[in-house]
């Protein structure tokens, strides 16, 4: 492979040229117009022949300061929000002041004496062996293995009241299937869908089945009086 040869400089050639006193007119008319067919000819020879001839370059002057300033970039540096680095910071919405949380379901407010109305307007009284409604229910906080078939809620007397609220609601605006109902006498029967957890089957035949997961609760109520509540299936 042949190495390109070293381009040719004008100074050096006008240095070589005064040397040998060749500087006359004629000879730099004759220079000229070798210079032109060499530069035209050039070319040709080497697209042709493959020949690498040397070049003619000019020589650009060092540049020591004085020379035009160094373009400056137009474009914008480049912001947080493009760079992805800091990422903008996002202030969520604060709510208005018409706008007021929904109240905790299963606060109990009480009326009078041992008698308590939830967030959802259901009625604790006492009654029931146990002696009060709400004691009544917790019963069905825990498993009771002398019962046939005994549904017990998950979570604590809370959580109880909350889920009991949560039923009351759903059955007060939907109808079948989430919701079955049932009237005997003064007492109606909400047989109501949760579509979650919300205890398991417990007594006798829940431990045969290795207390299957209940997703339905019973409401039992008597106007808006509690008179019951537990899951079931």
Do not use: C
Request: hydrophobic share 35%.
């Amino acid at each position: 492979m042949n190495t390109p040869a070293p381009p040719v400089k004008p100074d050096a050639i006008l240095n070589l040229l005064r040397q040998y006193g060749l500087l006359k007119p004629k000879w730099v008319f004759t220079f000229l117009v070798l210079l032109l067919l060499y530069s035209t000819v050039g070319p040709w020879v080497a697209r042709n022949y493959g020949l690498e001839l040397p070049g003619i370059t000019a020589t650009q002057p060092a540049d020591h300061g004085h020379g035009a300033a160094p373009e400056k970039s137009t474009a914008s540096p480049a912001s947080p929000e493009t760079t992805g680095l800091h990422p903008p910071l996002v202030i969520p919405d604060s709510p208005s002041a018409d706008e007021s949380p929904e109240p905790v379901r299963g606060v109990l407010k009480p009326l009078g004496r041992d008698v308590y109305q939830s967030t959802a307007g259901l009625i604790y009284r006492p009654g029931s062996e146990e002696g009060h409604r709400i004691d009544h229910i917790m019963h069905h906080a825990r498993d009771d293995l002398d019962k046939p078939v005994h549904g017990v809620f998950d979570g604590d007397k809370e959580q109880i009241l909350m889920v009991i609220d949560e039923a009351w609601q759903i059955a007060r605006k939907n109808g079948p299937p989430q919701v079955r109902l049932e009237e005997q006498g003064d007492r109606t029967t909400y047989t109501v869908m949760m579509n979650r957890q919300i205890g398991f089957k417990g007594g006798q035949a829940g431990q045969r089945q290795r207390n299957p997961a209940l997703k339905r609760i019973k409401l039992v109520l008597e106007g808006h009086d509690v008179i019951t509540a537990y899951p079931t299936e």
